[in-house]
């Protein structure tokens, strides 16, 4: 007597098959958002270092040149023969405010309103230290913890700079 084989799969032959495509999926999505975390982490880590380069690199001019230095723990008010500068830190928005005004006779604005850092930027535990040089002009030592949040990744640093101005 023979007998005829049934075509089609049996049930064990499904349930391997669905596991071993659930194992793919959960590692191909685990690839993904890991993928997702390091390119955050990448983007975080660069964007933190060129926001706190391009600040450093303001101070520097703004200072350097100034015949004016003062301020707070909280505002820098920069005067030159040609230029005022104001930078004030809002704890309100987590950010740096910043004013530059070309004129001369210019006077620093108290109250400036462009954000310097971009929003995925948060500085915290922020402060400008202005002190004065026993041979003339002022040290501005600016300090704090920079966050920069993106959607699969955070990076935080802190920084600490200090520029000398010798005109003051």
Known sequence: MRTKRQAGVSMLEVVITLSIM?????ASVWLVFTTL???????????????LRVLSHA??????????VGGSP??????????????????????LRYAKTMAAG??????????????????????????????????????GVMNTILPFEN????FSDTFTNVVD
């Open 74 to 95: 909280t505002s820098l008010l920069i005067t030159s023969v040609d230029e005022c500068w104001s930078f004030v830190y809002d704890a309100g928005v987590k950010n």
């Open 155 to 158: 990076y935080q640093t802190s």
């Open 106 to 143: 210019c006077v620093p604005n108290p109250n400036p309103s462009e954000l310097f850092f971009p929003s995925y930027s948060q500085l915290t535990n922020f402060s400008f230290l202005v002190a004065a040089l026993p041979t003339g002009g002022r040290q501005v030592t600016a300090s």
């Open 59 to 68: 101070l520097s001019r703004a200072v350097r040149g100034a015949s004016v």
């Open 22 to 26: 659930s194992i793919v999926s959960v």
């Open 37 to 51: 975390s390091l390119r955050d982490l990448v983007l975080a880590t660069t964007a933190t270092s060129e926001s």
